[in-house]
């Protein structure tokens, strides 16, 4: 065993560093260090200057034109990026779609729609969860009835992030159902403009609108759009949670945060003197640094069991439970940092540009918001609840 | 020992809590956030019509001389409806000050005018560098003839934007973080060389940042003794931390209420969410942070009005540390709970976390608080609170 970075590493290291010096846009940049509101057009630019160099599908094999990568090269271009201020790669074409098609799509399917994930043509959302089922996802009711060689699709999705800029969405629907929760489920891929398509965003708490619900009345879909068997979507369905959860870690972002609370903590006063000199603050800062340091060696011994097995197991689900209480940790520590100046809320002041009047400094902005978003961690991709009964039932036999 | 709330006591919160079931249900509340000035002058005269703005004023000047027990009972019953308009800014720490420091023509011209609902006051003391400690204060006040010059700049000045009189805080003498030579000062807020930007914190409350710029003032402006301002600062706060505990216990209250009804019918795997054990077990605590935190509250309410100023610093730290730990759980899993309803800005259950989170931001959170009590008891014994 031997944890240490090796020469090709670094020197890899070094490339996407170099590259990101070049290529990421200054103001783009900022945009993220700043907290800024990023619009489609932010993250589609990023996406297509990151598919010029052949890396815009980080985890994806050679064989469909990803960079193919191992997880330790995986893990430091993550890193670099999340470190440079790079916008995150929307995970719904590149780490759920993708891998499922590249499993269960046919040829067909394969051809049409992996290239143009890779080039940031088609923008994907997740049509999982519906208004009564969350947890209990399997008890999907959104219907889809063959009628020749088209499904017609009826039903709502919820909590469907970046909806309103996507091109495509994946949605499991149900197709049969007499048959058992699990056995009636298929995995369709429906186009957003298609007519009777409807997208509502939801307000949060922190008065952003990031997650929306999404109707479908009526909206023909073409049978050659279905992903695998009629019937089969559970299945598929697995498959992708198990990508999704490994890929909320967020170690790279959690590196960063970690940099901001310590730079925040030097910046700050308290009794006079920097807040990092209050031992109390400093170890609960140490505290999470430890946490994150554990974090991201587990995070490589998952991806590496991954790559041999070619599907995560239930270990992403320890991933997901220390991946989101660190980030809901650090996103306090940032907020705490603050102190009265947490109050007040400026969301204006979020839009890159703004000149109007401000209290505190500008970077301060987004710190409190981004403590109340973030109490979404433990809830969204499968709460923290639901990821230790997998713990419990599939790695414990309970 | 009698923990019973006095008939008029009684009285009072059913009077509150009718007058809030009818005019403070969510739906209104979002229309008052969403008005210009964030808050409605037409609950704020119910309230003085029904004496809860008097309450603790001193008779001679309109008001019912009641205790912090009384402000229990207000602030609890605004907690249960998260209630925005400026009680403690205006009432707890504005008039009280006025109350407890004001000379007789002081509390003439301002306290009859506060009863019934015509006069907003507010505390205009932190600064960009000041954090929680309260001597940290570089605002100057230079003497000017008979009157004095205020310069400087103070942040996130609770219910500023409504305030008609600040109380702002200055040396007259001594360096920031000093406890000697800081002064009080009545200042209308529409004096020259006042200005004030007032935007809505995340609780949807209000807040102003005040820039003092040469602001004159006259002799008769000085609330308390000269250079003798932190001792008023200090128990102000500390009656600020006993309102916002109480204010805390109500809205924890309806976190509890709101998360059990809704694990009662939100069903998933064919069965009310409420029947898995986990589930039970974590609102279980939360209720048991709650009544810890009730116990607590209780405390400070029966300390706070005491002249012993040691005895009032240590009983409002451990009050705030463990009123601030409970809001914190309390607020996180109630959203935990509802899923993804719960970080929604339709669900009641998000407002009542947000003014929970703020509500552990202010005056100190939970972790200064706990600093604060291990120093003072590394210092002596906690003495026993006394009646």
Same mark, same amino acid.
């Given at each position: 065993?031997d944890?240490?970075?090796?020469?090709d590493?670094?020197?890899?290291?070094a490339?996407?560093?170099?590259?990101?010096?070049t290529?990421l846009?200054q103001?783009?940049?900022?945009?993220v260090l700043?907290g800024?509101?990023l619009?489609?057009?932010?993250?589609?630019g990023w996406?297509?200057?990151?598919?010029?160099?052949g890396?815009?599908?980080?985890?994806?094999p050679k064989?469909?034109g990803?960079p193919?990568?191992n997880a330790?090269e995986q893990h430091i271009?993550?890193?670099?990026?999340?470190?440079?201020?790079?916008?995150?790669l929307?995970p719904?074409?590149i780490?759920m779609?993708?891998p499922?098609?590249?499993?269960f799509?046919?040829r067909a399917?394969q051809?049409r729609?992996?290239p143009r994930?890779?080039s940031g043509?088609?923008w994907?959302?997740?049509?999982?969860?519906?208004p009564?089922s969350?947890?209990?996802?399997?008890?999907l009711?959104?219907r889809?009835?063959r009628?020749d060689?088209?499904?017609v699709?009826?039903?709502?999705?919820?909590?469907t992030?970046?909806?309103q800029?996507?091109?495509w969405?994946f949605?499991l629907?149900?197709?049969?159902?007499t048959?058992r929760?699990?056995?009636?489920?298929?995995?369709?891929l429906?186009d957003?403009k298609?007519?009777g398509?409807?997208?509502?965003?939801?307000?949060t708490?922190?008065?952003d609108?990031e997650?929306?619900?999404?109707?479908?009345?009526?909206?023909?879909?073409?049978v050659d759009?279905r992903?695998?068997?009629e019937?089969?979507g559970?299945?598929?369905?697995k498959y992708?949670?198990?990508?999704e959860?490994?890929?909320?870690?967020?170690?790279?972002?959690?590196?960063r945060?970690?940099?901001?609370?310590?730079?925040?903590?030097?910046?700050?006063?308290?009794?006079?003197r920097?807040l990092?000199?209050?031992?109390?603050?400093?170890d609960r800062?140490?505290?999470?640094?430890?946490?994150?340091?554990?974090?991201?060696?587990?995070h490589m011994r998952?991806l590496?069991?991954e790559?041999?097995?070619?599907a995560?197991?239930?270990?992403?689900?320890i991933?997901?439970?220390q991946g989101s209480?660190?980030?809901?940790?650090?996103?306090e520590?940032?907020m705490?940092?603050?102190g009265?100046?947490?109050?007040p809320?400026?969301?204006?002041?979020?839009d890159?540009?703004?000149?109007g009047?401000l209290?505190g400094?500008?970077?301060?902005v987004?710190?409190t918001?981004?403590?109340l978003?973030?109490?979404k961690?433990?809830i969204y991709?499968g709460?923290?609840?639901i990821?230790?009964?997998?713990?419990a039932?599939?790695?414990?036999?309970? | 020992?009698?923990f019973?709330?006095?008939?008029e006591q009684n009285?009072?919160?059913?009077?509150?809590?009718r007058?809030l079931?009818?005019g403070y249900e969510f739906?209104?509340?979002?229309?008052i956030v969403a008005?210009?000035?964030?808050?409605?002058?037409d609950?704020?005269?119910?309230?003085a019509?029904?004496?809860?703005?008097?309450?603790?004023l001193p008779?001679?000047?309109?008001?019912?001389?009641? &205790?912090?027990?009384d402000?229990?009972?207000?602030?609890?019953a605004l907690?249960?409806r998260?209630?925005?308009?400026?009680?403690?800014p205006?009432i707890?720490?504005g008039?009280?000050l006025?109350?407890r420091?004001?000379s007789?023509?002081?509390?003439?011209?301002l306290l009859p005018?506060?009863?019934?609902?015509?006069?907003?006051?507010?505390?205009?003391?932190?600064e960009a560098?000041?954090?929680?400690?309260?001597?940290?204060i570089?605002?100057?006040a230079r003497p000017?003839g008979?009157g004095y010059?205020?310069d400087?700049?103070?942040t996130?000045v609770l219910?500023?934007?409504?305030?008609d009189?600040?109380?702002v805080?200055?040396?007259?003498a001594?360096?920031?973080?000093?406890?000697?030579?800081?002064?009080l000062?009545l200042?209308d &807020?529409h004096?020259a060389?006042?200005?004030?930007?007032?935007y809505?914190?995340h609780?949807?409350?209000r807040?102003a940042?005040v820039?003092? &710029?040469g602001?004159?003032?006259a002799?008769?402006?000085l609330?308390?003794?000269a250079?003798?301002? =932190?001792?008023?600062?200090?128990h102000?706060?500390?009656?600020?931390?006993?309102?916002v505990?109480?204010?805390?216990?109500?809205?924890?209250?309806i976190l509890v209420?709101?998360?059990a009804s809704?694990?009662?019918?939100?069903?998933q795997?064919?069965?009310p969410?409420g029947?898995?054990?986990?589930?039970?077990?974590r609102?279980?605590?939360?209720?048991m942070?709650v009544?810890?935190a009730?116990?607590?509250?209780?405390?400070?309410a029966?300390?706070v009005?005491?002249?012993?100023?040691?005895?009032?610093?240590?009983? +409002?730290?451990?009050?705030k540390?463990?009123?601030?730990?409970?809001?914190?759980?309390?607020?996180?899993?109630a959203?935990q709970?509802?899923g993804g309803?719960?970080? +929604?800005?339709?669900?009641?259950?998000?407002?009542?976390?947000?003014?929970l989170t703020?509500i552990?931001m202010t005056?100190?959170d939970?972790?200064h608080h =706990?600093?604060?009590?291990?120093? =003072?008891m590394?210092?002596?014994p906690?003495?026993?609170p006394r009646a």
């Open positions: 065993m944890l240490s970075y090796t020469a590493e670094q020197r890899f290291r490339e996407v560093r170099g590259f990101l010096q290529n846009p103001d783009l940049r900022d945009k700043g800024k509101h619009g489609r057009e932010d993250f589609v996406h297509r200057i990151l598919h010029q160099r890396w815009s599908t980080p985890n994806w064989d469909f990803g193919g990568w330790v271009f993550d890193e670099e990026c999340a470190d440079a201020g790079a916008p995150p929307m719904f074409g780490r779609v993708a499922v098609l590249m499993a799509g046919s399917q051809d729609f992996l994930i890779r043509e088609h994907w959302c997740q049509g999982y969860s519906e009564g969350g947890s209990d996802l399997a008890s009711r959104m889809a009835e009628r060689d088209v499904y699709c009826n039903g709502q999705k919820t909590w992030t970046a909806a800029h996507a091109d969405i949605c629907v149900r197709t049969d159902p048959r929760q699990q056995q009636g489920i298929s995995f369709l429906i957003m298609s007519p398509v409807t997208v509502r965003p939801i307000v708490l922190d008065g609108a997650v929306n619900e999404v109707w479908f009345e009526d909206v023909e879909v073409p759009n992903v695998g068997e019937n089969q559970w299945t598929y369905a992708l949670l198990g990508h959860r490994t890929g909320n870690a967020g170690v790279g972002m959690c590196k945060w970690l940099k901001a609370v310590k730079r925040i903590a030097a910046e700050q006063r308290a009794g006079g920097p990092i000199e209050d031992a109390r603050f400093r800062i140490a505290q999470v640094e430890i946490e994150l340091m554990a974090l991201e060696v587990t998952v590496a069991m790559l041999k097995k070619q995560p197991g239930p270990e992403a689900s991933l997901k439970v209480e660190i980030q809901q940790t650090l996103t520590l940032m705490h940092a603050l009265p100046q947490a109050l809320f400026q969301p204006a002041a979020l890159a540009g703004y000149t009047a209290s400094p500008e970077w301060a987004p710190i918001g981004r403590y978003n973030h109490r961690a433990s991709a709460s923290n609840e990821q230790r009964n997998i713990i039932k599939h790695m414990l036999g309970l | 020992m009698n019973d709330f006095s008939e009285q009072l919160r059913e009077a509150l809590v007058l079931d009818r739906a209104r509340r979002k229309q008005s210009d000035a964030g808050w409605s002058r609950i704020w005269r119910q309230l019509e029904l004496g809860a703005l008097a309450i603790r008779e001679a000047h309109g008001g019912a001389a009641g &205790t912090a027990i402000t229990l009972v207000v602030m609890e907690g249960r998260i209630v925005v308009e400026p009680y403690v205006a707890i720490l008039a009280g006025v109350s420091a004001g007789d023509a002081q509390r003439t011209r005018r506060v009863a019934s609902g015509e006069q907003l006051l507010a505390l205009a003391h932190d560098d000041t954090r929680y400690e309260l001597a940290r570089a605002t100057r000017d008979t010059v205020l400087g700049q103070k996130v219910g500023g934007g409504a305030a009189t600040l109380i805080s200055a040396r007259t001594g360096e920031p973080g000093e406890p000697i030579g800081v002064s000062f200042v &807020t004096a060389g006042v200005r004030r930007h007032s809505a914190t609780d949807d409350h807040a940042d820039t003092l &710029t602001v004159k003032v002799g008769d402006a609330l308390g003794p250079g003798g301002g =932190l001792p008023l600062v200090e102000a706060i500390e009656q600020g931390i006993a309102a505990c109480a204010e805390a216990l109500g809205v924890m209250a209420d709101l998360t809704y694990v009662k019918t939100r069903k795997f064919g069965v969410i029947q898995f054990q986990v589930l039970q077990h609102l279980a605590d939360m209720l942070r009544e810890q009730r116990s607590m509250t209780y405390l400070a029966t300390t009005d005491s002249s012993d100023a040691a005895l009032r610093r240590r009983i +409002t730290a451990a009050a540390a463990m009123v601030g730990q409970a809001a914190r759980f309390v607020g996180q899993q959203i709970l509802h309803i719960g970080v +929604t800005d339709e669900a009641p259950v998000s407002h009542y976390f947000k003014r703020l552990g005056f100190g939970a972790d =706990l600093a604060r009590y291990s120093d =003072l590394a210092r002596g906690t003495p026993a």
